[in-house]
């Protein structure tokens, strides 16, 4: 269901407890080239994270509770929910210009609340679910306004993957356990489909047929036909499956354990699962943290993958870090210090401007 729209309204250093950045990583990134941005949920920030030197070049305020970022498709801009926390829902977005290294504007979202999660699809359309009313809304960043919302009527609409070309739209559901297409298009909702309790990430693969939906409290993957709207089939993964990636060549499926604190990899084709990985980092205190197992485990949430297939980039809440892995040997090269509790992040390759230029 269509509804109307709203008016608009410190650096840190690498972690110890891996290598630092080896000198073929370093060689592999350019200085300046990359800008990892970290969404930091405990203390409302993101740190701007330059991939050539491992250093955080910026710090910068959001709402609170920045869970998830998307970063627009020409690399300029990142935008970040401001979830929010406890009884207090947020409303709110905060848009990063990434070269200016910068906080370009902030967008309110009037009666939508709980924003989480976002996909950008052309360069002045953002998809964002608001929890509070299940649904997503179409915002364009340029005007700072909500365009349109559709209901997905489901519980917890949590995060939402496009497919290729902007056509069609996937929710996630955690409380329902379903993810919701809808026709972009059309700006109407399709269809439910049944994966699994607690359905939560959801990934497109690149060549928009198959949609990976990672449920929580199964220990699973689902894999539903984009066209068909029907589950083909079933993975079982690590313990608290949270996200899920999909490299850029479309072979492997990323998946992040948040329990078992691994990295589950997926032969896309095969439907399997072809290798774990352990990150290496233990977690710390969880004290005030939003997963608190109890179990020691970093917490992997938030996954990207560089452009190139080269690496990916895990946020490990309950470490205060970010694993970096070499998708060629499989294995964490290297840990990324960021603020309190990372989880969403975004990849652009755009340059963040050096302090004395801001």
């Known amino acids: 269901m269509l509804r109307d729209p709203i008016p608009p309204a410190a650096s840190l250093s690498l972690v110890l407890a891996l290598p630092l950045l080896s000198a073929a990583l370093l060689a592999a990134v350019p200085a300046g080239a990359d800008t990892l941005i970290?969404?930091?949920k405990a203390e409302a920030t993101v740190s701007l994270i330059d991939l050539g030197s491992g250093e955080v070049v910026a710090t910068l305020p959001t709402g609170v509770g920045p869970h998830e970022v998307a970063v627009s498709p020409d690399g300029r801009l990142a935008a970040v929910a401001d979830y929010g926390t406890g009884p207090a829902p947020?409303?709110?977005?905060?848009?990063?210009?990434?070269?200016?290294?910068?906080?370009?504007?902030?967008?309110?979202?009037?009666?939508?609340?709980?924003?989480?999660?976002?996909?950008?699809?052309?360069?002045?359309?953002?998809?964002?679910?608001?929890?509070?009313?299940?649904?997503?809304?179409?915002?364009?960043?340029?005007?700072?306004?909500?365009?349109?919302a559709v209901e997905t009527a489901q519980e917890v609409s949590h995060m939402v993957a496009v497919v290729p070309g902007g056509s069609r739209a996937f929710v996630a559901n955690i409380g329902s356990g379903t993810v919701t297409a809808i026709d972009l298009e059309a700006g109407k909702k399709l269809a439910d489909v049944a994966t699994g309790e607690g359905a939560e990430g959801v990934a497109v693969g690149v060549d928009g047929k198959r949609v990976w939906v990672t449920n929580r409290e199964a220990g699973t993957v689902s894999v539903?036909?984009?066209?068909?709207?029907?589950?083909?089939?079933?993975?079982?993964?690590?313990?608290?499956?949270?996200?899920?990636?999909v490299t850029p060549d479309g072979r492997w499926v990323l998946v992040s354990n948040a329990r078992s604190g691994t990295i589950?990899?997926?032969?896309?084709?095969?439907?399997?699962?072809?290798?774990?990985?352990?990150?290496?980092?233990?977690?710390?205190?969880?004290?005030?943290?939003?997963?608190?197992?109890?179990?020691?485990?970093?917490?992997?949430?938030?996954?990207?993958?560089?452009?190139?297939?080269?690496?990916a980039y895990v946020a490990a809440a309950n470490a205060d870090a970010v694993a970096v892995i070499d998708l060629e040997s499989w294995k964490v090269v290297a840990t990324l210090a960021t603020g309190r509790e990372p989880d969403g992040m975004g990849y652009s390759t755009v340059e963040v401007a050096a302090a004395s230029e801001r």
């Open 224 to 245: 539903v036909g984009a066209e068909s709207l029907a589950v083909v089939a079933t993975v079982e993964v690590g313990a608290f499956p949270i996200r899920a990636e």
């Open 38 to 40: 970290v969404g930091n």
């Open 90 to 148: 947020g409303s709110t977005l905060t848009v990063i210009d990434v070269a200016g290294g910068r906080v370009l504007k902030t967008i309110a979202l009037g009666e939508y609340q709980r924003p989480h999660g976002l996909a950008w699809f052309g360069a002045d359309r953002l998809l964002v679910t608001v929890e509070a009313q299940k649904a997503v809304i179409e915002v364009d960043p340029g005007a700072g306004a909500v365009r349109r």
């Open 264 to 311: 589950s990899v997926i032969d896309a084709e095969a439907a399997e699962v072809a290798r774990t990985i352990e990150l290496g980092v233990e977690g710390s205190d969880s004290e005030g943290r939003l997963l608190q197992f109890g179990e020691g485990s970093p917490v992997p949430i938030g996954i990207e993958i560089a452009p190139d297939g080269k690496r």
